[in-house]
């Protein structure tokens, strides 16, 4: 079972939902190699692109980001996701234990439309990740 139990998490976690600060994502990473406690290890302004930039291809990390996006010529929304790197140089034993530790970070990071195993950054395209959003959000006056 991973560890949450740092309060900078969830402080960092309603920063990022809120409306009222500019911050849009978050990153938590492993203490060390061989911990199963999480920390909050950065926080941004930037979005999708400077969290790409942020990622370490030897860990596992898990982010959480507040996308907004324009779904037709009316409206402009703003949705989350959860993204689950695991970089291409990590430890095997870490790899293992993602999907377990995976449900624990859900329980606190509890909203968002959807899910990003991301193993590239490639992956984190924001282009691919707002078509997804659009699909999982309902109303389109597009035809998406």
Same mark, same amino acid.
Request: glycine letters at 0%; proline letters at 2%.
């Given at each position: 079972? !991973?560890?949450? %139990?740092?309060? &900078?998490? !969830?402080? !960092? @976690?309603?920063?990022?939902?809120?409306? &009222? *600060?500019? *911050?849009?994502?978050?990153?938590? =990473? @492993?203490? %060390? =190699?061989? %911990?199963?406690?999480?920390?909050? *290890?950065? *926080?941004g302004t930037g979005g999708l692109a400077e969290l790409r930039e942020v990622l370490d291809d030897t860990k596992a990390s898990y982010a959480y980001v507040r996308v907004q996006y324009s779904n037709d010529k009316e409206s402009t929304r703003e949705k989350f996701v959860l993204i689950v790197w695991i970089g291409s140089q990590c430890k095997v034993m870490r790899k293992a234990k993602i999907s377990v530790h995976a449900a624990d970070v859900k329980a606190v990071l509890r909203v968002y439309s959807i899910e990003v195993a991301a193993r590239e950054r490639d992956d984190l395209n924001e282009e691919p990740i707002v078509l997804r959003l659009r699909k999982a959000g309902g109303a389109s006056y597009d035809g998406i």
């Open positions: 079972m !991973a560890e949450l %139990s740092d309060p &900078k998490i !969830a402080e !960092a @976690y309603e920063d990022v939902r809120s409306d &009222k *600060t500019d *911050t849009n994502w978050l990153l938590i =990473d @492993y203490e %060390s =190699d061989r %911990s199963e406690r999480l920390q909050l *290890t950065q *926080t």
